[in-house]
């Protein structure tokens, strides 16, 4: 989303909001680089970045907050002495723990984080972790959901008549393919979240929280902020991430291997048959499996 917005948008940033530095963390043996943009925002709460991370103990990151590296703000203006203020964007850089296979859509086994299908599941049953008791407080009195204040995650698939589409999507960095996604948050914010693993039981993940100033907003401005955003904080960290795996790491072999060669609606609909059902229901199987007799019939008069 954030790419075609872009191309629409004839913003640039200044010098001053340009200037990144790089940074590195040891999580574990495993060494992580980035840039980052300077020029933080001083009003809102920061913290330094964790330069060294043990991940030995698993049961300690069941705490989501155990794995946090980074936490930065950064106040979004036009470029110039007198732009305007957009917004802010916050980045919140974590390792996470791939937690045990509770939600079991297509199995019961753990997660097999290098295949691309289980670290999308992965990736949303951490996300139903981290947002479960806020969503469930800010519920309205009548105990209906509150499309307001909750953060709405919706799951990594989508049906559209019979064709089923990924909702995460490829970002390649340095040869390596991480997962996007993105989820709306209160207040008309946008989480886009990347995430890769670091080994069978971790993954790392950037989320940047995007918070459109309300006049902006009311303005229609929320596509100019967005693309700013991009252009000044997101594209700089995002293009330049790295992870150093040993050579004969698996997960190595497939984040810049088979990942990088296929997109995710490839993987989900090369797997329609295990998705369908289970996420869908009987009847929207049905309708995918008509919808590819369909598909197979054309594809058999074509080769005659």
Known sequence: MLSILSSLLPFSASAK??????????IGGYPFSFDLPEGFSKDLPAENLVEQLEINQVDLFDDLTAGHLLRRWWDIKEPGWFGAELGTVMLEMSVQRIHPNSLKRIHSQPYDVTDRLDFMFAIEELLLRRYKAHNEEVRHRDG??????????????????????????????????????????????????????????????????????????????????????????????????????????????????????????????RNWQRLVKPLFGEEAYQMALEEHKKREALEDRSGL
Do not use: C
């Open 17 to 26: 909001e340009s200037v990144v530095s790089q940074r590195r963390v040891n």
């Open 144 to 269: 209906s959901w509150n499309f307001e204040l909750a953060y709405n995650v919706a799951g990594i698939a989508t049906m559209l008549g019979g064709r089923v589409d990924a909702r995460y999507w490829n970002h390649i960095s340095e040869s390596q393919n991480w997962l996007r996604y993105s989820i709306s948050a209160p207040f008309d914010a946008i989480v886009t979240s990347y995430a890769l693993p670091v080994n069978r039981n971790f993954m790392i993940e950037l989320a940047f929280t995007y918070s459109v100033n309300h006049d902006i907003a009311l303005k229609g401005g929320k596509r100019d902020f967005l693309r700013v955003s991009e252009e000044q904080i997101t594209d700089p960290i995002i293009n330049s991430l790295y992870l150093q795996y040993p050579g004969d790491s698996p997960i190595k072999s497939a984040v810049e291997g088979e990942w990088v060669t296929e997109t995710t609606d490839e993987v989900v609909r």
